[in-house]
């Protein structure tokens, strides 16, 4: 996936300043930066929610501006909050959500993408009204790999969730990436990053004002980089 010279103005205020970004497949990628900074609209942008006006955008090798179904069948998405039916078990809105994309699964595809998700066992056929926001958001995750899209879209997927939650969907993350997938996660939270990211982005003020690889850096490090580019 990529994004080349990307820019978006709502009126007067511009969102996004020349954007530029490229994820290899299995990668992952966190994009950093404080509220207003561009985040949600890339991610929108990218889904063809929004149009740029100017630069390209491609998807899977599909030009997601003139093409932004073509585009979205091959993304998978992740929102903030995820909406399930509380009626309906976790095993039964996977499956409800996978064949509204077209996929049929059984039984035991929905329990392993659960499993692979972070949903303990003992959740799958429980109602999905009572589920805690980690739970939820594991669900999503199910929802999102089921799709078998090429790239994986993630929205503060961590916000909200206690240590043990945001660990297991960040094992979900790494099992998304396994499966050759690019992942573009926007989030705030730092000392996740190095766990789950191969690469991070920060972005303020629409401009992307460093890209880094976390393999060397500690995660003090990479808050102390971010607090610093922010400071500037
Ligand atoms: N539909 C819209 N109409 C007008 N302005 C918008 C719209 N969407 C976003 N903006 C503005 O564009 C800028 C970028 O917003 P965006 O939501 O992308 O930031 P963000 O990095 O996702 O922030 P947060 O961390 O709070 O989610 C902000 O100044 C915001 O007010």
């Known amino acids: 996936m990529r994004l080349d010279s990307v820019r978006k103005r709502f009126g ?11 994820l290899a497949p299995g990668e992952v990628y966190a994009l950093l930066g404080p509220n207003g900074a561009g985040k949600t609209t890339t991610l929108n942008l990218i889904l063809g929610f929004l149009r740029p006006d100017a630069g390209r955008i491609e998807v899977a090798g599909i030009d997601a501006v003139a093409d932004p179904l073509g585009a979205r069948a091959r993304i998978a998405y992740l929102p903030e909050t995820v909406m399930l039916h509380p009626t309906l078990s976790a095993i039964e ?4 959500f996978a064949l509204l994309g077209g996929r049929r699964l059984d039984d035991a595809q929905a329990r ?27 669900v999503g995750l199910a929802i999102a790999l089921a799709k078998d899209a090429r790239v994986l879209l993630l ?6 969730l ?38 991070l982005g920060i972005l303020r003020d629409g401009r992307l004002l460093l890209e880094q690889r976390t393999d060397r850096l500690s995660a003090a490090q990479i808050e102390a980089l971010y607090l610093e580019q922010l400071s500037r």
């Open 12 to 22: 007067e205020r511009c969102a996004l300043e020349s954007l530029s970004l490229a």
């Open 93 to 96: 809105n996977l499956g409800y």
């Open 112 to 138: 392993a993408l659960l499993n692979e998700a972070g949903l303990q066992e003992e959740a799958h056929a429980r109602r999905a009204g009572g589920y805690s926001k980690g739970m939820r958001q594991k």
């Open 155 to 160: 929205d503060e997927p961590t916000s909200g």
């Open 162 to 199: 206690d240590a043990s939650a945001a660990n297991d969907l960040s094992h979900g993350v790494r099992a998304a990436a396994q499966r050759g997938m690019a992942v573009l996660m926007a989030t705030h939270d730092l000392y996740r990053v190095k766990d789950v990211a191969q690469r």
